[in-house]
């Protein structure tokens, strides 16, 4: 049996499998790019979601209404929500950079109420985007209040 003087691998070996993991590397960043914003999207909607289902409790709790109302603008540069009782001012609250109100989907500028039995004045559907158009709209049922978060504009 030949034993072998260089135990190891070649400069060319190595160059290959640099050269590999660099492609491979190149075509995973974008997607996890992407994967990244769409998961602060969907945080972004849980939040809101979460938001929603706070006001609609201590509506209940308090038995006071509670509101939230809508802000954006056309370059969506400070989107977000303004919440609190009724008949006082409210906190706002921006939204998370790259997420926005798709002002295009949603409806008119009235605040969403929350009566002290728990259910809404209205339905109300709140569309969240983020900069690669991933759409994720949060749900108010009209008649239970019930709160959701569903895949683009929902059913």
């Given at each position: ?54 006001l609609q409790n201590r ?72 900069k690669q158009g991933d ?21």
């Open positions: 049996m030949r034993r072998r003087g260089n135990a190891g691998f070649t400069l060319v070996e190595l160059l290959f499998v640099l050269a590999l993991i660099g492609v491979l590397s190149l075509a995973a960043v974008p997607q996890g790019s992407r994967l990244l914003t769409f998961f602060s999207l969907q945080r972004a909607a849980r939040e809101l979601a979460g938001t929603l289902r706070e509506a209940v709790v308090e038995e006071r209404a509670y509101y939230i109302q809508f802000i954006y603008s056309l370059d969506h540069g400070r989107d977000g929500y303004r919440a609190g009782p009724f008949g006082e001012k409210g906190v706002f609250h921006r939204l998370p950079e790259g997420i926005s109100i798709a002002n295009n989907y949603l409806q008119p500028k009235t605040p969403l109420l929350f009566y002290p039995s728990g259910s809404p004045n209205t339905g109300a559907s709140i569309p969240l985007q983020n759409l994720l709209t949060v749900k108010v049922m009209v008649a239970t209040g019930r709160v959701r978060v569903v895949q683009g504009l929902g059913g």
